[in-house]
């Protein structure tokens, strides 16, 4: 049969961390073993265990091997529930595979040495974290090059600033704008700045960093728009959150620069992550409703719904999040 594991193998696999696009290419080779698998996905907190464990353990009527992915795996937090899933992957045949996945990089007390108990290989649990602003750098160098473009330093600073730093996320908005650039800049970096700032303020996607530039303009309509829109594409709450606490920490770092009377050159903005026009407009919009203490508060009321949305109140997700931007819309500077 095609794609069936050695018999003392147990087939559960858990995948955790920021880093979407590695993240998925681990769940990519685990999908090549079993090329014909009927695949499922489900939604802690949104399916019942029960329901999910049901589903491992009945056989499929057309297909030969199955694969269960188990989104937000961090919701998973009561002992008996853990304990389930557990016992339930012990008695899955062999042709049947768990893959539980979480933005965090850990997941509830006990959880991964549950799994680990029952069978499950230390090699199976992976954390793939955030890369290093070098490796970004690298990597969006060796995208473009891979395309034929030579592009330039103030490019892969606005890529950075205005798509979410994960492999997944570049890659997507990269390729996009693969599609956008004249065929006659192949090789050449003229005015490839201005292209990408261009494309990328226009067409780019809903992330932490569109919800900011609502805030940072105080128009909460388009904020709650912003957060619907992700929230349908099911984008992680706890990591939209981890956006914005670094928009908050960047925008305390550019209040600095305006105490001191450096809001406007260009070397230091650079320093602090700031190159390309829109981005600074942003945040000259956000220091015009915000200030040092408005800022702090903001970064409080972040970690409080932070800690809230990982509570057993997150079902309540979307109530949480709107409550949350109109917070935070309304910490204005006094």
Not at 79 to 104: F, P, Q, R, W, Y
Not at 158 to 183: D, G, P, Q, W, Y
Not at 198 to 217: D, K, M, P, Q, V
Not at 248 to 277: C, P, Q, V, W
Request: net charge negative; hydrophobic share 40%; aromatic share 8%.
């Amino acid at each position: 049969m095609a794609g069936k594991l050695n018999s003392s193998s147990v087939n559960a696999y858990i995948f955790l961390g920021p880093e979407l696009g590695k993240k998925q290419e681990a769940v990519n080779s685990v999908k090549d073993k079993y090329k014909n698998a009927e695949v499922s996905a489900f939604y802690s907190g949104e399916t019942p265990i029960s329901d999910i464990t049901d589903t491992l353990l009945n056989s499929s009527l057309f297909a030969e091997a199955r694969i269960i992915i188990l989104k937000n795996a961090e919701l998973i937090k009561k002992k008996d529930e853990i304990e389930l899933l557990a016992s339930c992957i012990k008695e899955m045949d062999n042709n049947t595979v768990l893959i539980l996945l979480s933005d965090e990089n850990r997941l509830a007390a006990g959880f991964e040495d549950t799994f680990q108990q029952a069978g499950v290989p230390k090699k199976n649990c992976q954390v793939f974290y955030e890369m290093f602003e070098r490796e970004k750098n690298e990597w969006l160098k060796q995208y473009f090059k891979n395309e034929g473009y030579d592009i330039d330093k103030d490019s892969i600073a606005t890529i950075l600033e205005m798509v979410e730093n994960n492999t997944e996320a570049l890659k997507r908005e990269c390729s996009r704008l693969i599609h956008f650039l004249s065929n006659d800049s192949k090789g050449k970096t003229d005015n490839m700045s201005l292209c990408v700032e261009e494309w990328l303020s226009h067409n780019r996607e809903e992330s932490a960093f569109t919800l900011f530039t609502r805030i940072a303009n105080g128009d909460l309509s388009k904020a709650l728009e912003s957060m619907a829109i992700m929230s349908t594409a099911k984008q992680s709450v706890p990591g939209i959150l981890a956006g914005l606490t670094w928009c908050y920490r960047k925008l305390h770092d550019y209040l600095t620069l305006m105490e001191s009377g450096n809001a406007n050159n260009s070397f230091e903005l650079k320093k602090i992550g700031l190159s390309s026009s829109r981005t600074k407009d942003d945040y000259a919009a956000a220091a015009s409703r915000y200030n040092f203490e408005a800022v702090e508060a903001c970064l409080a009321l972040t970690a409080e719904y932070d800690a809230l949305l990982r509570s057993p109140v997150a079902a309540l997700e979307s109530v949480l999040m709107d409550r949350y931007i109109l917070s935070v819309i309304n910490t204005k500077l006094s």
